[in-house]
């Protein structure tokens, strides 16, 4: 199990915290749309964010972030579900701002003024939509600041991705903490001194450190028990029959214009980078089969 999440919780159920490893994914991810240094920290902190809000669902359920900042990078997407699968994309991936006090500066690629959407598919006959402004543009914050806001759950989250100029990633991963009611002050305040004491995600990945070393020194203490340690991958969902049914959505006058007008289309996916193509064949097939079908209520 390369990357992977494991999720605890106190023994009188008063926190729970969640911790992973996400450096392959978020290799493969930033490999796929070749992103600059800045960017892939952007981008590899919000695949990781997605995975541990991913891990807080139920079964068959779905989450997407949106960062949406005024600075260059524009737009960071990530979708992840609650079986440790993720995807995203960033709008802008060769933006290259130099380094802000030593660090690279996620926060001014982004944005300082924007919006954070989180959507949820919890398989309800309408998904559940959240939406703050950013924080700080740094994507931990914004993340915990939307907990905080819109479920009104305090939460600590810490993301980290560290590239090499060479190598590439060579650590990602990031923690969740969330006080539950009835909040236990004296635990929280706790925990909370021990984040303040704990170095960056990725010098705790670099030293050899687990997510349960991570766990470990949070809770130092602390008695927990852990409930789950779960796989984490990318994987993108689409598909030649999603795209397909994607051309279909347009509606028959756009198809048959598609058809007339052009020898090929090719439709590219954002997520994985997976280019369909479908001949003037394909497409005039697609327009064939929508001419079959009966319009609504026709018997």
Do not use: W
């Not at 964010?49 to 949106?66: D, N």
């Not at 005024?70 to 997407?77: A, E, M």
């Amino acid at each position: 199990m390369t990357d992977y999440l494991v999720r605890v919780m106190t023994r009188f159920g008063t926190v729970r915290a969640l911790a992973c490893v996400t450096t392959t994914l978020v290799q493969d991810v930033c490999r796929r749309h070749g992103t600059y240094p800045t960017p892939c920290v952007a981008l590899g902190r919000a695949l990781t964010g997605g995975a541990l809000m991913g891990a807080l669902l139920k079964t068959g359920q779905r989450v997407a972030l949106k960062f949406e900042g005024n600075g260059p990078l524009r737009k960071v997407v990530v979708e992840a579900d609650s079986n440790g699968t993720v995807r995203g994309y960033v709008a802008v991936p060769d933006v290259d701002l130099p380094p802000r006090q030593g660090k690279i500066d996620v926060a001014g690629a982004l944005g300082r003024v924007g919006l954070l959407t989180v959507t949820k598919d919890l398989r309800l006959k309408e998904p559940y939509q959240g939406v703050v402004g950013l924080r700080s543009g740094e994507i931990a914050e914004d993340l915990a600041y939307y907990l905080a806001e819109s479920e009104q759950v305090p939460s600590a989250v810490a993301l980290g991705v560290y590239v090499e100029p060479e190598a590439g990633v060579a650590a990602a991963g990031g923690f969740l903490v969330q006080s539950l009611p009835p909040a236990d002050g004296e635990m929280v305040e706790k925990i909370i001194r021990r984040i303040g004491d704990a170095p960056p995600v990725t010098e705790f990945l670099r030293s050899g450190k687990t997510p349960e070393g991570m766990l470990e020194f949070l809770f130092d203490g602390i008695p927990y028990e852990t409930l789950e340690k779960r796989p984490l991958a990318f994987r993108c969902t689409c598909s030649r029959e999603r795209v397909e049914r994607a051309i279909v959505a347009l509606g028959r006058e756009e198809v048959a214009d598609l058809a007339a007008k052009q020898e090929k289309a090719d439709v590219l996916c954002e997520f994985c980078r997976e280019r369909y193509e479908f001949s003037r064949e394909d497409v005039e097939r697609i327009l064939s089969e929508m001419a079959e079908e009966k319009p609504p209520g026709e018997s």
